[in-house]
C-alpha cells in the first residue's frame, strides 16, 4: 500500500516537473530576481538596522572602560542598558528582556597579553541575534587593545554561576559577521515560501480549472498521492530556487561559518520548510478555486510569515506583541537554523533539534491538514 502511494505521488511528481521544466527560463529568472535584487540593496547596508537590546556590567569602573560603553552607545545597532551587577544582567537576560550581557572586568584595559578579556552572556533563544551584534563589540574591544581567551574566564574575574543552562559564555573573538551573512537566512526563506506558493498550490487550482484534477481522480491514483506528488513537486522547485539564492549570496560574498557543514545542514532545513509551505499551500488551493483570489490570499499570508520571521532585523528588537507572532511562525525557526549555520562556529545541538522538530511537527501538520480538506472537498 505504501509502495503504491508513493509510486502513484511520483508519476504526479514527474508530470509536474516536466511542465515545469518546458517553462524553465521564466521559472529560474524569477526566483533569481527576488534574492539578487534584496542581496544587492539591503546587503551592503552594515547592521545599522539592528537594536539589540544590550545590558553592560562595567566591572572595572575607570575611565578607559566608561570609554568603551560610551562607543558602544554610538552604534545605532545596540541599545546599551548599565546593570549593577552580573546577577543582576544574567537574571535580566534569562526573562529575555535583553539579547546579551557585556561584562568588563578589573583592570580594563591594562593587561593586554595576559588573558584580559570582554566577555558577552547570550541564551540560546538569542543566539542569533547577539551574533549579528558581536562583530561592533569586538571591533570597539580591539580599538582598546583587549585580548580575548577562549573558554576560560577573565582574568582576576571568578565565572558567575548562569541562572540555567541555556545560558552560555563566550569571548568576543567567537564571530565576525557582516549583515549580508545575516539576511542570506531570511533571503532564502523567502525563495522557499514563494516557491511553494507559486509551485504546489497554483498547480493544484490550475489542474482544476483546466479539468485534470477530474482525470485524476477517475485514475485509480488517490487523492493521498495526488496531493503528495504535488507537495514533492512544490519542495523540489523550493530547493532549486533556494540552492540558486545560496549561489548568489556567495557570488556576493556571504560566508557559511560552519563550511560544508553547515550548508548541508541549512539545505536539509529548506527541504523541511518547503515541504510545509508546499502542504500549507495546498490547504489553501484545496479551499480556494479562483487562482486570482489564491495569490492574493498566498501573498497576504506568505509576507507577514516572513516579516515576522527576523528576516531583516532580530526579532528581540520587535514590540512584545509581535515576539510572541514570531514565535508562533514556523519562518522563524527555518531563518533561526540557517541563520546558526551561517554566523557561527559553533551550533547547539538542542537548538538544532528543536528547530527540526518544530519544522517536522508543522510539515507533518500542513499535510494531514491538506490530505483532509482536499478529500472533504472531492467528497
Known amino acids: 500500500m505504501a509502495g503504491t502511494l508513493i509510486e502513484d505521488a511520483l508519476i504526479i511528481f514527474n508530470r509536474e516537473m516536466i511542465i515545469f521544466r518546458s517553462n524553465m527560463r521564466s521559472n529560474l529568472l524569477r526566483s533569481i530576481i527576488f534574492p539578487l535584487v534584496i542581496l544587492l540593496f539591503f546587503g551592503n547596508l552594515g547592521n545599522g538596522i539592528f537594536n539589540s537590546p544590550i545590558a553592560v556590567t562595567n566591572l572595572a569602573n575607570n575611565p578607559q572602560s566608561i570609554q568603551f560603553i560610551n562607543a558602544l552607545q554610538q552604534q545605532n545597532s545596540l541599545s546599551i542598558k548599565g546593570v549593577v551587577s552580573e546577577d543582576t544582567g544574567l537574571s535580566m537576560l534569562k526573562q529575555n528582556k535583553i539579547s546579551a550581557l557585556v561584562v568588563i572586568p578589573p583592570g580594563f584595559p591594562s593587561k593586554v597579553g595576559s588573558g584580559q578579556s570582554v566577555y558577552i552572556y547570550y541564551s540560546n533563544a538569542n543566539l542569533n541575534t547577539i551574533s549579528a ?8 574591544a580591539k580599538e582598546f587593545g583587549v585580548g580575548t581567551v577562549a573558554g576560560g574566564a577573565p582574568v582576576g574575574v571568578s565565572t558567575p554561576t548562569a541562572p540555567s543552562s541555556s545560558v552560555k559564555l563566550v569571548s568576543t573573538s567567537a564571530t565576525t559577521i557582516s549583515y549580508m551573512d545575516f539576511l542570506v537566512g531570511g533571503v532564502i526563506a523567502m525563495v522557499a ?16 480549472q483546466i479539468g485534470n484534477l477530474k482525470l485524476f481522480l477517475m485514475t485509480p491514483i488517490s487523492s493521498t498521492s495526488l496531493i503528495l506528488g504535488k507537495a514533492i513537486y512544490g519542495t523540489t522547485t523550493a530547493m532549486i530556487y533556494a540552492a540558486l539564492a545560496i549561489l548568489i549570496a556567495f557570488m556576493l560574498g556571504a560566508t557559511v561559518a560552519q563550511g560544508v557543514v553547515g550548508i548541508i545542514f541549512i539545505l536539509l532545513i529548506t527541504l523541511v520548510l518547503s515541504f510545509g509551505l508546499s502542504s500549507l499551500a495546498l490547504v489553501l488551493a484545496s479551499k480556494i478555486k479562483k487562482f486570482e483570489m489564491y495569490t492574493i490570499l498566498g501573498n497576504v499570508m506568505v509576507l507577514p510569515l516572513w516579516f515576522l520571521s527576523g528576516a531583516f532585523f532580530p526579532s528581540s528588537s520587535m514590540p512584545a506583541w509581535m515576539q510572541y507572532i ?3 511562525d514556523p519562518l522563524t525557526y ?6 546558526g549555520f551561517m554566523l557561527t562556529t559553533y551550533y547547539p545541538v538542542t537548538s538544532i533539534l528543536i528547530d527540526f522538530a518544530l519544522l517536522a511537527v508543522f510539515a507533518i501538520v500542513m499535510f494531514t491538514l491538506a490530505v483532509k480538506l482536499f478529500k472533504n472537498k472531492i467528497g
Open 334 to 339: 527555518a531563518v533561526n537554523g540557517i541563520r
Open 133 to 140: 551584534s558581536t562583530s561592533f563589540i569586538t571591533s570597539i
Open 326 to 328: 514570531s514565535a508562533a
Open 193 to 208: 515560501a514563494f516557491g511553494t506558493i507559486f509551485g504546489a498550490g497554483a498547480s493544484l487550482i490550475t489542474d482544476r
